[in-house]
């Protein structure tokens, strides 16, 4: 497909006219083309085709199509038919009321040529860079980021779900690439076990019979791969993705055979950890994860958004990952995002999940951001039950590289180390003379020799220290709730456009569908914050709402 950029064509008249006529006072679409015109041009997405083929349909009309689409969380036929049938979307799209519109697969290849060039960050930085000249996107204010699950687009499968599909899927895969090498190497009884969907309701009820349908999954897996890595058989056949996902899921699953050919599944202490583990042959990227009440296999994407009174509340950046990933471990991501944008707040609310003592140093030494959200209490024994002896009540001099404990004794050994995840810290050693006669030892500490300490480097130590003790003020509590109101875009991505639920298999087309979800939601709050609609309050059940009352 080739694409000759062209200028936006004007809105045919008798499109206006029988808009104009069916909406006298308006929509949302018909209120996008006339304040915010196409959002988007040609030129953004000539690099994604070539100079010369087939032309293809105007770039700007399909991004604008994959946008609107989720505005209502339609499929791609639905969309498709949107385009043909609804004279809002004509309107938006400056089509003629005769256009017989486009084939839905049009737009899945968008889509791909999206990721294949990366680009598809563009679409929701286009409408930021709008909505900024219009004044309704003010950096250097305050934004607030949290996180939820997102469940991939696959069955969850077992055990011996998971097996059975995965060798099922190589075989597949083989049968297209490689029929007449498959003929050769196949077994007859393969025809039986692996001709329909692997489901458990058609499996053994008896642990000794699914155990031993395993180990014969198994041999069968390995007797594949022995041929597949034959020296004879050709090379390309192992950059099949799906016998490269055979062979990690077998390595996963089996030990290595016995010399008589015996196959023994591995046991759970011996399994890889969540952030390896194959779960689906047909999403290798999608990982179990657990947080609080809530199991899934997925991703988990994070929302950064403006909180500010004075105008909309949009979201100004999208972070798609692994749902092994720890919400801490975005923050740098985010910031760097949010950089590139030159939409860096001034104070960044987070939960508790997000702030960690490195963060709150870097993000202030860095970019500018005071990053405000709890930290973890000290999960010593001491701050649980005899506080007055948690490390945060020993005085440390770090210009003499001394700690003085809460009865005044001070440290004998100061030492500067590197820990077991290669991060700087500081050990401190008190004296056994002064700890055995100490009359509150039992309250400070278990060991049989004296209290010791592990500090963070300074700078680190006093933010984490600070942040301990503003942490519990009224003022930083009535702060950190506006942090709450991310839960309600949450909520809206959720209702609307299927937030929680990924269309697509992949990491990758996962982030494309959030990038269009938070566009979409963009527009929508636009268009409320225009027409003057206010903010939802928070919902109470009919019998909280007597609490006011009776107060």
């Known amino acids: 497909m080739s694409m000759q950029p062209q200028t936006i064509p004007p809105i045919p008249k008798d499109t206006a006219a029988v808009a104009r006529a069916a909406f006298p006072k308006g929509n949302l679409y018909l209120q996008i083309r006339d304040s915010l015109g196409s959002i988007y041009q040609d030129e953004t997405f000539a690099s994604l085709f070539s100079r010369r083929g087939q032309p293809a349909q105007a770039p700007w009309q399909l991004a604008l199509v994959c946008v609107m689409q989720f505005m209502e969380n339609l499929s791609d036929r639905q969309a498709a038919d949107a385009v043909r049938a609804r004279i809002d979307w004509k309107y938006a799209l400056s089509l003629p009321l005769s256009d017989p519109g486009f084939d839905y697969s049009i737009l899945s290849e968008f889509r791909t040529r999206l990721i294949a060039g990366n680009a598809e960050q563009v679409l929701l930085d286009k409408l930021l860079e709008q909505l900024r000249d219009k004044g309704l996107l003010k950096g250097h204010k305050r934004q607030r980021t949290d996180s939820t699950h997102v469940l991939a687009a696959i069955r969850i499968l077992n055990r011996l779900e998971t097996l059975g599909e995965t060798f099922r899927a190589a ?204 930290v973890r209490i000290n999960p010593s024994w001491q701050t649980q039950n005899h506080s007055k002896f948690s490390a945060e009540q020993f005085e440390v001099d770090w210009d003499n590289q001394v700690v003085t404990c809460p009865k005044g004794h001070q440290s004998i050994i100061w030492r500067s180390k590197i820990d077991n995840r290669g991060l700087p810290v500081v050990h401190v050693h008190f004296s056994q003379s002064d700890c055995r006669h100490c009359p509150v030892r039992k309250r400070c500490t278990h060991s049989n020799t004296a209290r010791r300490l592990t500090l963070q480097p300074e700078a680190k130590y006093n933010a984490l220290r600070r942040r301990r003790q503003v942490q519990e003020t009224s003022e930083f509590k009535q702060l950190k709730e506006q942090r709450a109101g991310v839960e309600g875009t949450l909520s809206q991505g959720v209702r609307r456009s299927a937030l929680r639920q990924s269309r697509y298999v992949g990491l990758a087309k996962t982030h494309l569908q959030h990038i269009l979800i938070a566009t979409a939601l963009n527009l929508i709050r636009w268009d409320a914050w225009l027409s003057g609609i206010p903010l939802a309050r928070t919902r109470y059940s009919r019998f909280m709402e007597l609490k006011p009352q009776i107060a």
Not at 229 to 241: F, G, N, Q, V
Not at 326 to 331: F, G, L, M, P, R
Request: aromatic share 10%.
């Open 171 to 374: 075989l597949n895969s083989l049968a297209v690439a490689a029929p007449d090498w498959l003929e050769e190497h196949l077994q007859e009884a393969w025809f039986d076990r692996y001709s329909r969907r692997t489901e458990n309701y058609r499996l053994p009820k008896l642990d000794s019979e699914r155990e031993e349908l395993g180990r014969t999954i198994g041999k069968d897996g390995f007797a594949l791969l022995d041929a597949i890595y034959d020296w004879a058989t050709p090379k390309w056949l192992r950059e099949i993705p799906a016998v490269e996902t055979l062979r990690r899921v077998w390595m996963q699953q089996f030990y290595a055979p016995t010399e008589d050919g015996n196959v023994q599944w591995r046991s759970p202490k011996d399994m890889p950890p969540s952030t390896l583990a194959i779960h689906s042959p047909y999403d290798v990227e999608a990982h179990y994860s657990s947080k609080r009440s809530v199991d899934w296999v997925g991703y988990k994407v994070h929302i950064t958004e403006t909180c500010d009174r004075d105008c909309p509340h949009l979201i100004t950046g999208v972070c798609t990952t692994l749902s092994t990933i720890s919400d801490d471990a975005v923050v740098e991501s985010v910031h760097q995002t949010l950089s590139k944008k030159s939409l860096l707040p001034k104070e960044h609310l987070v939960d508790t999940g997000y702030v960690t003592a490195d963060h709150i140093v870097n993000s202030q030494a860095n970019y500018g951001i005071e990053l405000i959200g709890k």
